[in-house]
């Protein structure tokens, strides 16, 4: 089970100031043998179903919930020719994308990009700083 969340703000016309990110959460029960997880599929009574949501609801040791978000800020200055860029990226120990297996977790990530537009465009220079910090609480057997 779980909820995701985008948005996108920008300023101005020509995008001189642009605001967005993600926001994901997940709940994820690891007891594959809990046939109280999916009420809909094992009990078809309403008093039933009722009493299974309550049950599933209560998180057991092979239970997890943890959310994930990305964050940037960029701007465009001098008639879109320079850009600047500010990105953050975190995915919590416990998170786990239900559609993307593998996805990396434990993570915390931020980067930071500069662009430069030359000779009407065509020509780029920039420069590209990012900084990861992988299995941040220590909760990964290996640091990869």
Same mark, same amino acid.
């Given at each position: 089970m779980g909820w995701f969340y985008r948005f996108s703000i920008v300023l101005w016309k020509n995008r001189i100031v642009e605001f967005?990110?993600?926001?994901?959460?997940?709940?994820?029960?690891?007891? !594959?043998?809990?046939?109280?997880?999916?009420?809909?599929? &094992? +009990?078809? @009574?309403?008093?039933?179903? !009722?009493?299974?949501?309550?049950?599933?609801?209560?998180? &057991? +040791?092979? @239970?997890?919930?943890d959310f994930a978000y990305n964050a940037n800020f960029a701007l465009n200055l001098f008639n879109q020719t320079t850009h600047a860029r500010v990105e953050h990226s975190f995915v919590g120990?416990?998170?786990?994308?239900?559609?993307?297996?593998?996805?990396?977790?434990?993570?915390?990530?931020?980067n930071f990009r500069l662009e430069q537009d030359l000779f009407q465009n065509k020509l780029a220079l920039g420069t590209f700083y990012q900084l990861d910090y992988d299995n941040f609480s220590a909760q990964k057997l290996s640091n990869r």
């Open positions: 967005g990110g993600e926001l994901a959460g997940n709940y994820n029960n690891g007891n !594959r043998y809990d046939t109280l997880s999916y009420p809909s599929q &094992n +009990l078809k @009574s309403p008093e039933l179903d !009722r009493i299974s949501k309550e049950e599933s609801l209560k998180p &057991n +040791l092979s @239970s997890s919930f120990p416990g998170f786990s994308h239900p559609g993307v297996f593998g996805l990396p977790n434990d993570l915390n990530k931020s």
